[in-house]
Structures are given as C-alpha cells and as structure tokens.
Nanobody
Framework: QVQLVESGGGLVQAGDSLRLSCAAS????????MAWFRQSPGKEREFVAG????????FYADSAKGRFAISRDSTKNTVHLQMNSLNPEDTARYYC??????????????????WGQGTQVTVSS
C-alpha cells in the first residue's frame, strides 16, 4: 500500500535546472533513508543522492556533488532533488526510493525496498 510518486521531470537544455519531488503515502509514516536513483537505456541503475530522514544528513554520487541537492519535508512526507547545471549525461529516468528501517552492514546506497514509477529527465545539448 506504500506509494512513492515522483514529479517534476521534463525536457530542458544544458545548463538548466529542475526540481524533482517525491511524495510518499501509505502505512509507512517514517523513513530511515530516502534516495534518488536514475537509469538510462542500456545502463545500470545508479545511485544519485540520499538523505537520512532523522537529522537530514545527505550523501551524493560523485557525478551529483556540487550540482544536485536533496532535501526533505517531514510534514509532507516529501523528498526533493534540486538539479542545477544539467548536462546531457544527466538524461535518465529518475526514481525515488525509500528504506523504512536500519539495516546492519547495509550502506545507504543499497537496501531500498520501496520504489516509485520514475520521472523522465531529458537534457538536450
């Protein structure tokens, strides 16, 4: 019954910005970690950014550092991804993911059991 719904994707030009949002609903009322992943055709899904719900500590893939910022609004059970200075290499379908519990020995880039349907981001040159 848990649902994660992404929004905010679109077609933009290189150098533009986008802000993605992920709204969570259902019986999960709190999260250990929420994150954004992306996947391009023919490529493996890759981690982009994550946030620890309690405290708000963030962590990023090298490709996102300095350009992307993840944040959360606990009152709305929503997580955002602000993407600046987009380039064609950022073109992918972006997925929201959540972990609802702490898992020993599992890094924050893994162990996600809840996923949204994704939102497409296309960056033209």
């Amino acid at each position: 019954q848990v649902q994660l719904v992404e929004s905010g994707g679109g077609l933009v030009q290189a150098g533009d910005s986008l802000r993605l949002s992920c709204a969570a609903s259902g019986p999960v009322l709190s999260w250990y970690t929420m994150a954004w992943f992306r996947q391009s055709p023919g490529k493996e899904r890759e981690f982009v950014a994550g946030i620890i719900w309690s405290g708000g500590s963030t962590f990023y893939a090298d490709s996102a550092k300095g350009r992307f910022a993840i944040s959360r609004d606990s009152t709305k059970n929503t997580v955002h991804l602000q993407m600046n200075s987009l380039n064609p290499e950022d073109t992918a379908r972006y997925y929201c993911a959540g972990r609802d519990s702490w898992q020993p020995q599992v890094p924050p880039t893994s162990g996600y059991g809840y996923w949204g349907q994704g939102t497409q981001v296309t960056v033209s040159s």
